[in-house]
């Protein structure tokens, strides 16, 4: 059972505009959101992550919007670029006594045309 | 910087057959991570492990088992392949306190099982 549901699963932009992923949660207990980002034949990296306790982190081009109540975080990637193109992986976690392990979206795979 | 090394980048196999995949990381982390990724399925947990002989299941253990015998080093084993394991197969390293989460990945390993 996906515990983490992302969407779209494929998105194409224009050089310039800005890409949106979006990612919705059930499990209350979630306090951690990261971001990864794939290319590739490369293993996922981390590109930015949350915690509830605010509503929005902006690294550069990337920000995460959170909004506890809906249950629902996205990425917005600012003048995407053709170095954005791959794929993207919103994930959730919560602490515990055995430590933790990330649950990951489906992916989006994003393709930015020049 | 971290480095997460899987054995092998390619590995082709015969149904039935015993497969080890070795994982390494050379930061002294605690939780180590094994991860399946399949084309509209995203990345999903297998196993992890939070220390040195400790192992949890993830969401899709069945068919897989892990040996961690010293930290560095977490390895899958598939008893006997099947062809529905033919995958990427993703390992994860991480500090393992709150706070810092973050997983690095190594490049993966393609398996398919024949």
């Known amino acids: 059972q996906q515990q983490v549901k992302q969407s779209p699963q494929s998105l194409i932009v224009q050089k310039g505009g800005i890409s949106i992923i979006n990612c919705a949660y059930e499990?209350?207990?979630?306090?951690?959101f990261p971001w990864y980002q794939q290319f590739p034949g490369k293993g996922p990296a981390l590109l930015i992550a949350i915690r509830p306790d605010v509503s929005e982190k902006k690294e550069g081009r990337f920000t995460i919007s959170f909004n506890k109540s809906a249950k629902q975080f996205s990425l917005h990637i600012m003048d995407s670029q053709p170095g954005d193109s791959a794929t993207y992986f919103c994930?959730?976690?919560?602490?515990?006594?055995?430590?933790?392990?990330?649950?990951f979206g489906k992916g989006t795979s994003l393709l930015v045309t020049p | 910087d971290v480095k997460v090394t899987q054995s092998s980048r390619y590995l082709v196999k015969r149904t039935g057959e015993k497969v080890f995949l070795e994982c390494v990381q050379d930061m002294d982390h605690e939780n180590m991570f094994w991860y399946r990724q399949d084309p509209g399925l995203g990345l999903r947990l297998i196993y992890f492990s939070y220390d040195v002989k400790m192992k949890e299941k993830g969401d899709i253990p069945e068919g897989y088992s892990v040996s961690r015998e010293k930290k560095e080093r977490f390895s899958l084993i598939l008893e006997s392949a099947s062809t529905n394991q033919t995958s990427m197969y993703l390992c994860?390293?991480?500090?393992?306190?709150?706070?810092?989460?973050?997983?690095?990945f190594g490049s993966g390993t393609q398996l398919s099982v024949l």
């Open positions: 994930a959730a976690s919560m602490n515990s006594n055995s430590g933790y392990a990330l649950n």
């Open positions: 499990n209350t207990a979630f306090d951690y």
């Open positions: 994860a390293s991480s500090p393992g306190n709150r706070g810092n989460e973050k997983l690095f």
